[in-house]
T-cell receptor, first 114, second 109 residues
Framework: IAGITQAPTSQILAAGRRMTLRCTQDMRHNAMYWYRQDLGLGLRLIHYSNTAGTTGKGEVPDGYSVSRANTDDFPLTLASAVPSQTSVYFC?????????????FGQGTRLTVV | GQNIDQPTEMTATEGAIVQINCTYQTSGFNGLFWYQQHAGEAPTFLSYNVLDGLEEKGRFSSFLSRSKGYSYLLLKELQMKDSASYLCAVMDSNYQLIWGAGTKLIIKP
């Protein structure tokens, strides 16, 4: 069982280019999340999906979009990358959105926008 | 606003005990989580507290005081592999996780 897989693991991207970060989970979790992690800051929620077919905006959604066509996949798209989007991106999933719900994280995508 | 505070870095000796504190101010409270994150890796779940008191799990224990907006993670019998960042996160009234910046724990032999 792979758990939750992200691709690519790292990427250098020219500013202005479009980029999709992929995230797939095989745990049949309902909820999925995209976070960015920057030095000195906590994980910040970009977008989330409580169940297939629904998405919501997190704390820092500008410049990003997501879709949730099925339970397993939750891609994150940068429409036109800017240097401030240089970060480590983590995808996560959980069984639900209640209190004691452990989040499982992918290994991360290190993105550099130049 | 919502805020999670924890020390940036701590140093401890192998075999010793260390306590990592976390204070929080959030819109509502639906539990507090601790995660461990080794450098270059994904965070992994350590503990969850929703009621006041101490939860023990092997060498790791987590304490919560909701009235004080305070938690700590206690690590006993420190091992070199415990060198990592420890992330405190609170689930707010909207069931969203608010994360602290993490505490980097350095273990010295």
């Amino acid at each position: 069982i792979a758990g939750i897989t992200q691709a690519p693991t790292s990427q250098i991207l020219a500013a202005g280019r479009r980029m999709t970060l992929r995230c797939t989970q095989d745990m049949r979790h309902n909820a999925m999340y995209w976070y960015r992690q920057d030095l000195g800051l906590g994980l910040r929620l970009i977008h989330y999906s409580n169940t297939a077919g629904t998405t919501g905006k997190g704390e820092v959604p500008d410049g990003y979009s997501v879709s949730r066509a099925n339970t397993d996949d939750f891609p994150l798209t940068l429409a036109s990358a800017v240097p401030s989007q240089t970060s480590v991106y983590f995808c996560a999933s959980s069984t639900g959105t209640g209190g004691n719900t452990e989040a499982f994280f992918g290994q991360g995508t290190r993105l550099t926008v130049v | 606003g919502q805020n999670i505070d924890q020390p940036t870095e701590m140093t401890a000796t192998e075999g010793a005990i260390v306590q990592i504190n976390c204070t929080y101010q959030t819109s509502g409270f639906n539990g507090l989580f601790w995660y461990q994150q080794h450098a270059g890796e994904a965070p992994t779940f350590l503990s969850y507290n929703v009621l006041d008191g101490l939860e023990e799990k092997g060498r790791f224990s987590s304490f919560l005081s909701r009235s004080k907006g305070y938690s700590y993670l206690l690590l006993k019998e420190l091992q070199m592999k415990d060198s990592a960042s420890y992330l405190c996160a609170v689930m707010d009234s909207n069931y969203q996780l608010i994360w602290g910046a993490g505490t980097k724990l350095i273990i010295k032999p």
